[in-house]
């Protein structure tokens, strides 16, 4: 059965999508629908790793934390992922350790 929209946790928060554009990109959706501007934009192609944030995904029971280009990840994509403080996070992907902790 198909879905009109998409669920995901963002900050402890659940969100609830519908009318995603299929070119829509998590990285306008924290900017400018969740005004989260920690997370930066820079190249917008993927290159430069400005807008990384983490994305958890439950995997074997556990949440398993990755980083990703959030200018090149499409929304839609998101479905079903969780993660906390993405602002916090993009900011501090140099300390990738501190972030991928659970919270
Ligand atoms: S803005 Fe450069 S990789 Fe996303």
Redesign the pocket.
């Known amino acids: 059965m198909a879905r009109d929209h998409i669920r995901f946790l963002l900050n402890d928060r659940e969100v609830t999508l519908r009318d995603l554009g299929a070119t829509d990109t998590l990285?306008d959706h924290l900017r400018l629908d969740q005004r989260l501007r920690g997370t930066k934009?820079?190249?917008?192609?993927?290159?430069?790793?400005?807008?990384t944030v983490l994305v958890g995904r439950l995997e074997a029971g556990a949440v398993r934390y990755q980083p990703v280009?959030?200018?090149?990840r499409f929304l839609a994509s998101c479905d079903g992922c969780m993660s906390s403080r993405w602002n916090i996070c993009a900011a501090r992907m140099a300390d990738y350790t501190r972030c991928s902790a659970p919270w």
């Open positions: 990285l934009e820079g190249c917008a192609e993927g290159d430069c790793g400005a807008c280009n959030a200018c090149i």
